[in-house]
């Protein structure tokens, strides 16, 4: 009985302290720890929207968006999915730009992926979803450097819109990269590590990128800045530079 | 104890591999019938019975249009057939590569077996891979299912099967080669995946443009009746209206959001036209139809 009791405790107990995380996973408080150490946080699917499709058919492009808008003078924002082998996506110090990203990214398995804004009070704010999908998303070398034998001509090739949007300006951008995690035997990885997004020689916003997002990237901001042309910088981890003018 | 063991894995066993189609066919003509498939998406529930197939009764055999997703759907069907015609299923034609409509072909290997070079390459590719994701979707209903790839290349535009024509018309948009068969004795077309009646179309390797094109050619047809890949079959033209609203309705949806730079939720969350609101799985398939096709159309939007 006694035992019965001490074990019935321990399971409330264990659900009462998961209960506030809405989409549970093993990896959570590893990840969270390793990410913002012992920052504050609080899960916050009410003012933050992320949203992620109903079921993900090809695991290598899932495209997910988060709108935070409503969290005011937001920080730093990071993405990350709990399952994934390289869980982190991007790490935004947002500075000039609004806490909104939307971006296709690679997912291994059926995973929760949560969105992390920082607000002025340095309290994280954490939106959470679950990704359905059958996964193998990362253990698929690249589509664009296997199969399109003009790869090398094609590589670094960017596109941007700007757009006029209620009061704010939206950046449009994609790139042509093969994205690749390196998880594969004998494939180097080989991906952006890093976005500028810049008014002249005004840097806007400084964010960091991982392979997780998939292949040939698109990425959409949005700033308060009201300049009439940007220019988004792309650096991979082979040295490579690529710029692109967003008018 | 040992003995109860076995008998109830045995039992179990037993039990677990007879999924029941439920199969009837539904009389179109005196020598046509076909088999209407769920207007759902696969589950472990229909077993994969989400597409129509059809056979036609001629004075020597039988000619079945498609074979659905499983051998077990297709044995299923063989025995609806065994029960109105003695009369032996000498020829199949898959319509194209999607596996709700060749999977089946494994219950038949006594048959002569017809696709287009496009089809049957397609089936050898993917083939594999279709029943790997196919399991994980119906789980033991595909149990046996095997590819069995078509033997014959369609190539001639009339069919005939001992002394019975069957016209055959060549097209693409739903997939990169879609037969459609016209039937000239009982005026029935057999377009298969080209036509989805009430049910929202699936664009997975859709090109828009060519199947409005394909969809403008039938319209032309003077048919009886239409029996589309899925939904109920029809004497009227207007599933092949509906079909041809719904493509510009994506398409114009695609065009007019890069335009205004939106993502693709954005797109989701407009509120579902009313012309659409009687289509199954609308929002399943405009999910699926928009995240596949809009980075196409963002690329092409000029700076």
Same mark, same amino acid.
């Given at each position: 009985m006694k035992y019965l009791f001490l074990s019935l405790m321990t399971l409330f107990l264990s659900v009462n302290l998961y209960g506030k995380n809405p989409v549970y996973s093993p990896t959570f408080d590893d990840i969270i720890k390793e990410i913002i150490g012992d920052e504050k946080y609080v899960f916050d699917d009410k003012y933050i929207e992320l949203s992620v499709p109903?079921? #993900?058919?090809n695991a290598t492009q899932v495209p997910i968006s988060v709108d935070g808008? %409503? *969290?005011?003078? #937001?920080k730093r924002m990071i993405l990350f999915a709990?399952?994934?082998?390289?869980? %982190? *996506?991007v790490d935004m110090d947002l500075n000039k730009l609004l806490p909104l990203i939307s971006v296709n990214i690679k997912v291994a398995q059926e995973t929760p992926i949560r969105a992390l804004i920082l607000d002025e009070e340095n309290i994280w704010h954490i939106a959470s979803k679950n990704i359905r999908s059958f996964g193998?998303?990362?253990?698929?070398?690249?589509q664009a450097s296997n199969s399109n034998s003009d790869f090398a001509k094609y590589l670094g090739q960017t596109k941007s819109n700007l757009f006029q949007k209620d009061n704010v300006k939206r950046l449009k951008a994609s790139i042509f990269h093969p994205?690749?995690?390196?998880?594969?035997?004998g494939n180097n990885p080989f991906y952006i590590t890093k976005i500028l997004v810049k008014n002249g020689n005004e840097i806007l916003s400084e964010i960091k990128t991982y392979s997780a997002i998939s292949e040939n990237p698109r990425f959409i901001f949005e700033t308060k800045d009201i300049a009439e042309n940007y220019t988004i910088e792309f650096y991979d981890n082979d040295g490579n530079e690529f710029v692109s003018e967003a008018k | 104890m040992k003995t109860l063991i076995f008998l109830s894995i045995t039992f179990s066993f037993l039990f677990s591999s007879s999924f029941d189609y439920k199969l009837k066919p539904i009389k179109l003509s005196e020598n046509s019938y076909y088999f209407y498939g769920k207007k759902?998406?696969?589950s472990s529930s229909n077993g994969g019975d989400i597409a129509n197939c059809a056979f036609i009764i001629t004075p020597k055999s039988v000619i079945l249009i498609d074979t659905g997703s499983s051998k077990l759907y297709g044995e299923q069907v063989k025995e609806q057939i065994k029960k109105i015609t003695?009369?032996?299923?000498?020829y199949i034609i898959?319509?194209?590569?999607?596996p709700d409509h060749f999977l089946?072909?494994?219950?038949?290997?006594?048959s002569d077996i017809y696709a287009t070079q496009y089809t049957k390459d397609e089936i050898d590719q993917h083939g594999d891979l279709y029943i790997v994701n196919l399991v994980n979707l119906?789980?033991?209903?595909?149990?046996?299912?095997?590819v069995n790839s078509p033997q014959n290349i369609l190539t001639s535009k009339i069919l005939d099967f001992d002394g019975y024509k069957l016209k055959v018309l060549y097209y693409d948009g739903h997939t990169g080669s879609d037969v459609v068969l016209y039937d000239e004795n009982s005026k029935?077309?057999?377009t298969s995946d080209l036509i989805f009646n009430k049910r929202t179309l699936a664009t997975p390797h859709a090109n828009i443009k060519k199947w409005i094109k394909t969809l403008e050619q039938l319209r032309k047809i003077d048919y009886k009746i239409l029996v589309p890949g899925h939904g109920e079959a029809s004497r009227t033209k207007e599933p092949i209206d509906e079909n041809i609203a719904y493509l510009k309705f994506l398409e114009n949806t695609m065009i007019n959001s890069a335009k205004e730079g939106l993502d693709v939720f954005e797109i989701l969350n407009k509120p579902i036209p009313k012309e659409f609101?009687?289509?199954?799985?609308f929002k399943e398939e405009f999910e699926r139809s928009i995240i596949n096709l809009y980075p196409s159309y963002e690329k092409s939007l000029s700076n």
């Open positions: 109903n079921f #993900a058919d808008k %409503k *969290i005011k003078n #937001a709990d399952l994934n082998p390289i869980p %982190k *996506i193998g998303g990362c253990d698929v070398s690249s994205m690749e995690t390196g998880l594969i035997f | 759902e998406y696969f003695p009369k032996p299923i000498k898959n319509t194209h590569h999607h089946g072909n494994n219950a038949f290997l006594d119906i789980h033991e209903p595909m149990n046996g299912t095997k029935i077309l057999y609101k009687d289509f199954a799985m």
